[in-house]
């Protein structure tokens, strides 16, 4: 490796180290506030009509304010290219842009939030408990509705932020929505007591739940200003001047991503259209997600933030030599990552989700249907974050439309597996569904990336993928079998029994899959090796 391939590869590894801390600890506040809301509702009304109602303002969240999402990305992909003096005014003249159009969706959401939640599940018109969480999922639709504005104003700074070499407060900012959240539920807890789990009290736990959401979402927004501001990257001023250079080649990447990203969101609603009609489904689901999402979260900023801006500086024909090395690196690193997690999480789903969220209203029964959901949610855990990849290399290429025709091919393709798959598997059928487009997406953009960088490497990448699958399904089958001796011995009752039967099992599975990762020298495995050397030997 050449002197400048590893100062490079510090960079990278540097960044990487920074996002992962920050994400960490983020996604354990994120992981307690779940646990939080399952203690306090379980899979009741309260919380299901959370999960409908959440489905635009979270996906809008997600969608425009998640780190790597399309405004995440047009924004670092346009800032890359240009000196910070002319930052300001690009920054000021696109959230002008986004806040304005952003409003009136917010107004649109209050107005249409009946039709909305009818549309997002149909199947609670059927029975009266399914009209009880209609009514509440209305109501908390209509609190959530700015989320639509402060999404974008929080995506736009996720992206200026990271373009200006600042990685900790974007990651860390979600910290702060969990912890107002969490605190929200703390004040109703000792309001109401231990009547906070009857159902009487179903649509006031409802209401906290949508105005904590709220609340959050406008504190993770402020915690990013003064930072925008001391670096020279935007204030809150206003500017029309729509014309000035960088705009449009922000919309050239952000509109058709935005789409892109929004195609998979029908997805979400589709698979909620047939949950609407399987009862407590749409609470299992958003449950056993977080599970996956927490290491998936983290390790995705991991590689997809500090690869995004080489992915665009690396966009001529000249380069892309080194765009292919790029890009097998962040796959290569998503396999080590993903793929070992992916079968543990399937072998070890249960005593997971006993050891997260058995306690008080949510009990055993719970345990086993959010288990069988967490299993098809952990199988796709690699091709979730490959498709992200992929994704994001078009971004650096500047094409938004390629992500964009793939979508909305798999949208119908999505549609056709649920419909397939809910038949046969139920509630976990939805997830499996998703899995499969997520495969067939990340196919597609291989191929296509084939097409356009004139060939990849398939032979040279083929062989390690094939190893790392091999040692993770070893891996996975060690820990199920050691899971299944400690239950035979130890039984399945008690907190610290299930969480032995959790912990013992993974290490065990983890330590197999290093030790299979070593033997196949993999230039990643040993950067990943020496940079925690390094790390432990200060």
Same mark, same amino acid.
């Given at each position: 490796?050449?002197?400048?391939?590893?100062?490079?590869?510090?960079?990278?590894?540097?960044?990487?180290?920074?996002?992962?801390?920050?994400?960490?600890?983020?996604?354990?506040?994120?992981?307690?506030?779940?646990?939080?809301?399952?203690?306090?509702?379980?899979?009741?009304?309260?919380?299901?009509?959370?999960?409908?109602?959440?489905?635009?303002?979270?996906?809008?969240?997600?969608?425009?304010?998640?780190?790597?999402?399309?405004?995440?990305?047009?924004?670092?992909?346009?800032?890359?290219?240009?000196? *910070?003096?002319?930052?300001?005014?690009?920054?000021?003249?696109?959230?002008?842009?986004?806040?304005?159009?952003?409003?009136?969706?917010?107004?649109?959401?209050?107005?249409?939030?009946?039709?909305?939640?009818?549309?997002?599940?149909?199947?609670?018109?059927?029975?009266?408990?399914?009209?009880?969480?209609?009514?509440?999922?209305?109501?908390?639709l209509k609190i959530m509705a700015p989320m639509a504005l402060f999404?974008?104003?929080?995506?736009?700074?996720?992206?200026?932020?990271?373009?200006?070499?600042?990685?900790?407060?974007?990651?860390?900012?979600?910290?702060?929505?969990?912890?107002?959240?969490?605190?929200?539920?703390?004040?109703?807890?000792?309001?109401?007591?231990?009547?906070?789990?009857?159902?009487?009290?179903?649509?006031?736990?409802?209401?906290?739940?949508?105005?904590?959401?709220?609340?959050?979402?406008?504190?993770?927004?402020?915690?990013?200003?003064?930072?925008?501001? *001391?670096?020279?990257?935007?204030?809150?001023?206003?500017?029309?001047?729509?014309?000035?250079?960088?705009?449009?080649?922000?919309?050239?990447?952000?509109?058709?991503?935005?789409?892109?990203?929004?195609?998979?969101?029908?997805?979400?609603?589709?698979?909620?259209?047939?949950?609407?009609?399987?009862?407590?489904?749409?609470?299992?689901?958003?449950?056993?997600?977080?599970?996956?999402?927490?290491?998936?979260?983290?390790?995705?900023?991991?590689?997809?933030?500090?690869?995004?801006?080489?992915?665009?500086?690396?966009?001529?024909?000249?380069?892309?030599?080194?765009?292919?090395?790029?890009?097998?690196?962040?796959?290569?690193?998503?396999?080590?990552?993903?793929?070992p997690l992916s079968t543990l999480m399937v072998a070890l789903a249960?005593?997971?989700?006993?050891?997260?969220?058995?306690?008080?209203?949510?009990?055993?029964?719970?345990?086993?249907?959010?288990?069988?959901?967490?299993?098809?949610?952990?199988?796709?855990?690699?091709?979730?974050?490959?498709?992200?990849? +992929?994704?994001?290399?078009?971004?650096?290429?500047?094409?938004?439309?390629?992500?964009?025709?793939?979508?909305?091919?798999?949208?119908?393709?999505?549609?056709?597996?649920?419909?397939?798959?809910?038949?046969?598997?139920?509630?976990?059928?939805?997830?499996?569904?998703?899995?499969?487009?997520?495969l067939v997406s990340m196919v597609m953009m291989l191929w296509l990336?084939?097409?356009?960088?004139?060939?990849?490497?398939?032979?040279?990448?083929?062989?390690?993928?094939?190893?790392?699958?091999?040692?993770?399904?070893?891996?996975?089958?060690?820990?199920?079998?050691?899971?299944?001796?400690?239950?035979?011995?130890?039984?399945?009752?008690?907190?610290?029994?299930?969480?032995?039967?959790?912990?013992?099992?993974?290490?065990?599975?983890?330590?197999?899959?290093? +030790?299979?990762?070593?033997?196949?020298?993999?230039?990643?495995?040993?950067?990943?090796?020496?940079?925690?050397?390094?790390?432990?030997?200060?």
């Amino acid at each position: 490796m050449s002197e400048e391939s590893q100062k490079t590869s510090r960079s990278l590894v540097g960044i990487a180290t920074i996002v992962a801390a920050a994400t960490l600890i983020s996604k354990v506040f994120g992981l307690v506030r779940q646990q939080a809301m399952a203690a306090a509702f379980g899979v009741g009304p309260a919380i299901d009509a959370y999960n409908y109602a959440y489905v635009i303002p979270g996906f809008l969240l997600i969608l425009l304010g998640g780190i790597n999402g399309p405004f995440h990305s047009a924004i670092v992909s346009a800032l890359a290219k240009r000196h *910070r003096k002319d930052a300001e005014a690009l920054v000021e003249t696109i959230t002008t842009l986004v806040g304005a159009v952003l409003l009136v969706v917010t107004v649109a959401l209050v107005v249409f939030a009946t039709p909305l939640i009818d549309m997002v599940a149909p199947g609670l018109t059927e029975t009266p408990e399914g009209l009880e969480i209609r009514a509440i999922a209305i109501q908390q639709l209509k609190i959530m509705a700015p989320m639509a504005l402060f999404a974008g104003l929080i995506g736009i700074g996720f992206g200026t932020l990271n373009a200006a070499d600042m990685y900790w407060l974007p990651s860390i900012s979600p910290l702060f929505s969990s912890v107002t959240l969490i605190g929200s539920l703390a004040i109703l807890a000792i309001y109401l007591g231990e009547k906070i789990t009857e159902p009487n009290y179903a649509l006031l736990g409802g209401l906290v739940l949508a105005g904590g959401t709220l609340a959050g979402a406008v504190l993770q927004w402020l915690v990013q200003l003064p930072a925008m501001w *001391r670096s020279g990257l935007g204030k809150l001023r206003l500017r029309f001047n729509f014309r000035q250079p960088g705009v449009s080649d922000v919309m050239k990447v952000m509109v058709p991503a935005t789409l892109s990203s929004g195609m998979l969101q029908i997805n979400v609603y589709t698979d909620l259209f047939f949950a609407s009609y399987i009862p407590q489904a749409a609470a299992a689901m958003a449950y056993s997600g977080l599970m996956v999402q927490t290491p998936l979260g983290i390790i995705s900023n991991m590689i997809l933030v500090p690869f995004l801006p080489i992915f665009a500086r690396l966009r001529e024909p000249a380069d892309w030599p080194e765009l292919k090395d790029r890009i097998r690196q962040a796959l290569t690193l998503t396999a080590i990552t993903m793929l070992p997690l992916s079968t543990l999480m399937v072998a070890l789903a249960l005593p997971s989700v006993r050891v997260v969220y058995e306690r008080f209203a949510f009990d055993l029964s719970a345990s086993e249907f959010v288990a069988s959901v967490l299993m098809a949610y952990g199988a796709g855990m690699f091709v979730y974050l490959g498709r992200d990849v +992929l994704v994001r290399v078009f971004y650096g290429l500047g094409d938004g439309q390629t992500p964009f025709r793939v979508s909305l091919f798999n949208i119908f393709l999505n549609a056709l597996l649920d419909y397939i798959l809910v038949n046969a598997f139920g509630a976990p059928g939805l997830v499996l569904a998703t899995v499969g487009v997520n495969l067939v997406s990340m196919v597609m953009m291989l191929w296509l990336l084939d097409r356009r960088l004139d060939g990849l490497p398939w032979r040279e990448w083929g062989g390690p993928f094939l190893g790392l699958a091999s040692g993770s399904v070893v891996a996975g089958l060690v820990a199920w079998g050691v899971r299944l001796g400690l239950e035979r011995w130890l039984g399945t009752e008690g907190f610290f029994v299930v969480l032995l039967e959790l912990c013992i099992p993974g290490f065990v599975g983890l330590g197999v899959f290093a +030790l299979w990762a070593l033997q196949m020298k993999l230039p990643e495995v040993d950067l990943l090796v020496s940079r925690v050397r390094q790390r432990l030997g200060r």
